[in-house]
């Protein structure tokens, strides 16, 4: 029997805990914990205090120190050992938790792209046309007067100029049109096209608008984000 397993047998015999025979020998709890781990010998001194309390001889608790020293020396290495192995594996497991929550970001930031354009986009203003055979302007540059025909089905885009790059892409449930549901039919379009307006990335979006049996002068208001825009049309039978 070893001198670790000798201490450990004659402390449960005192009834003592390992803090217990600490203060008894006026040493640290971790002291007697290494002792009893195998990781470490008392010194002379303290084995013969040791010896006195259990009242026993010293050679009873430690009969061979040499052999004992050289047993402490593998078991102190493969303490390490197994420290270092924790350590690695503790280690390992951290950098795949981290990997994971990285792969996690860089997914969602992907898709957030793929589906939306992703990032933080700012709308700089919007616009709205229709692709009508002519025009004139009333003076106003906000204003463009489009004369329709009643009948006809027309292709109405609304642009959406942003701050961002050509990848991003915006979403059209922040464009709300106002139209007098009397004078057209509607239906939404089903694509987006990305031209390029002066450098300004510009998302387009397609309206359909039929006009109906009606003569008459009416507007048609944009709007996105904190923006506007009015479309003035006369429908023309």
Known sequence: MQFHERLKNYRKEKGLTQEGLAEKLHVSRSAVAKWENGLGLPSSELLDKMATFFGITPNELLADRETETIIVGKNSKLS????????????????????????????????EIGKDGGGEVEILGIGASFNAQYEKLDGNEKLKIYHLKTGETYEFYVHLYHRGSQDVRLSKSGVNIYYDTQLFTFDAGEYWEEPDRDGTP??????????????TYTEILVTADSYWYKVAVVIEN
């Not at 390490?80 to 950098?95: E, H, P």
């Not at 981290?98 to 792969?103: A, N, R, T, Y």
């Not at 510009?202 to 109906?212: A, I, K, R, V």
């Open 80 to 111: 390490q050992q197994r420290k270092w192995l924790i350590g690695l594996v503790c280690l390992v497991i951290a950098l795949l938790v981290v990997g994971s929550v990285l792969i996690g970001i860089f997914i969602t930031y992907n898709n």
């Open 202 to 215: 510009t998302d387009e979006y397609p309206f359909y608008f039929t006009c109906l049996n009606i003569e």
